[in-house]
């Protein structure tokens, strides 16, 4: 059997525990030299009947989730597979109600599953900058939650304070047109010194920035960068100065959250934010479109080292009940 390209065959694929594990460690170890997660050394036996290593080195034995996010999940590798190629490849996501059906678990696991699939799509990521000279980036925020509605009214009431967004939750993003690749994270406030140290962050000096009129990218920026601004409400397109490109993905986000995650709790977003970054940056490499297996090994590759545990979930230590939030995704703890 083939690597599986569709979801069809990916289900179809992993059902067989023993090529489901065959694959798995294919991903964990490419070069085929099994190392201990916890030592880092190479010396083991594989005890075939238990799918378990023996460390020689460290006297302990290790399966192939230990270290990773599946570490202390009783649910089986075959639908964990499944999940992480659900969520890499669903271009507007999947509920825990929709993956819970599919998987044959509770809405709860399933929740519980794509919150840390969701950390794994967050990776260790942006050690380094984008952009660069003659790189054009854009940079932009939106508000999430509440009325979204009349928002060119709104970016005008934004200049005088946040007004009606007082209740939303901000996401700033910035997209390098040349990598192809958007960077986006919840901030506090879109006042100047958040919104350019966003930029200064994450942007090489000598990069070219579009942003649209707000004033909180005035002044500061021309020294950095080549800073040129659209006026959303009058001129939409001026050449090659605008933010469509972050509008895009914008787009892609809200379409998300509201057909899927119909209630998100601020708390939450930033999660879903890494979700819809993990998938535009995974449209492309270079010029090569990738596929949905393209982007299930390249989760996959991010599996290591991410642990989340019941308080970084919920940001409580020992609440047994989160209230639901809405008809969509009722946060349950795990
Ligand atoms: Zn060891």
Not at 29 to 38: A, L, Q, S, T
Not at 125 to 149: H, M, P, Q, R, Y
Request: charged share 25%.
């Amino acid at each position: 059997m083939n690597d599986p390209k569709t979801l069809q065959q990916a289900i179809a694929y992993f059902a067989d525990p023993d090529r489901c594990f065959a694959y798995a460690v294919k991903l964990r170890w490419p070069d085929g030299i099994i190392v201990c997660p916890r030592c880092g050394v190479a010396k083991n036996s594989f005890i075939k009947t238990r799918k378990l290593w023996f460390c020689y080195a460290c006297k302990r034995q290790f399966t192939i989730k230990v270290k990773t996010i599946m570490e202390d999940s009783p649910i089986t590798l075959d639908k964990w597979m499944t999940a992480f190629w659900l969520l890499a490849n669903a271009k507007n996501g999947i509920s825990s109600h929709e993956l819970g059906r599919a998987l044959g678990v509770t809405q709860t696991t399933a929740w519980f599953m794509l919150q840390r699939i969701r950390e794994v799509m967050k990776g260790r990521k942006w050690s380094s900058k984008i952009g660069g000279e003659g790189n054009e980036l854009e940079a932009d925020e939106t508000f999430v939650g509440g009325i979204t509605k009349n928002m060119h009214k709104g970016r005008r009431l934004k200049v005088d304070g946040l007004g009606p967004f007082k209740n939303k939750t901000i996401v700033q993003g910035i997209l390098d047109r040349n990598l192809r690749k958007v960077r986006a994270s919840v901030v506090p406030n879109i006042s100047r010194e958040t919104l350019q140290n966003q930029i200064l962050k994450n942007v090489k000096f000598g990069s070219t920035v579009y942003t649209d009129a707000a004033v909180a990218y005035d002044n500061g920026m021309q020294s950095r960068f080549v800073h040129d601004v659209v006026n959303k409400t009058e001129a939409y397109v001026k050449g090659r100065v605008h933010v469509n490109g972050m509008e895009n993905f914008w787009s892609l986000l809200k379409r998300s959250l509201r057909g899927t995650y119909v209630a998100v709790e601020p708390f939450h977003l930033s999660r879903y934010v890494d979700e819809q970054v993990f998938r535009y940056n995974h449209r492309k490499d270079g010029d090569r479109k990738l596929n949905d297996s393209d982007r299930f090994a390249a989760v996959m590759a991010q599996v290591l080292g991410h642990r989340l545990t019941y308080s970084d979930l919920t940001g409580k230590s020992d609440s047994p009940h989160h209230a639901p939030t809405g008809a969509g995704e009722i946060q349950v703890p795990f």
